[in-house]
């Protein structure tokens, strides 16, 4: 069970911010997935040719800005977290809003580049079992489970 609970509304309303964060996030993960690619690539060429000159400066920066991206993503997940938003999918920039609608526990499910919250799904479906919102969802969703 969530900690947080959310309406349309509030998640809707709480979109720029996360956005943000969420965009922070992405960013963070491609310098560091693009910094560890090329530092395992000069670890192979190393191994392979059995040694070679390394501008050890270099490296010591671009680690330096991987570390620094590391510390970017920590610290924005951490208040998406704190915020009571689920990070599903760092890739496609992909969150979920716990709410309650008709008694049930559902996902309010937000994909980066959609203008809005227009989908959901339950807890164990994810991603591929998203639904459209109905108007009527939008309207009463709640914060509380009973």
Not at 57 to 80: F, N, P, T, W
Not at 95 to 113: H, R, S
Request: hydrophobic residues 40%; proline residues 3%; aromatic residues 6%.
């Amino acid at each position: 069970m969530a900690d947080k609970y959310f309406t349309w509304e509030e998640a809707q309303t709480l979109l720029p911010v996360l956005e943000s964060l969420l965009r922070t996030c992405m960013e963070g993960k491609k310098v560091i997935e693009e910094v560890e690619a090329e530092l395992q690539g000069v670890g192979k060429r190393i191994f392979s040719s059995g040694g070679m000159f390394v501008d050890l400066g270099r490296l010591a920066m671009r680690k330096g800005l991987r570390d620094k991206a590391a510390l970017r993503v920590k610290d924005a997940m951490g208040e998406i977290d704190s915020i009571g938003v689920q990070v599903k999918d760092l890739d496609i920039g992909l969150l979920d809003f716990p709410a309650v609608y008709e008694d049930q526990v559902i996902l309010l499910c937000w994909k980066m580049g959609e203008t809005s919250i227009g989908h959901w799904h339950d807890t164990q479906a994810g991603f591929a079992g998203r639904k459209p919102l109905t108007p009527e969802m939008k309207k009463h969703t709640r914060k509380k489970a009973n």
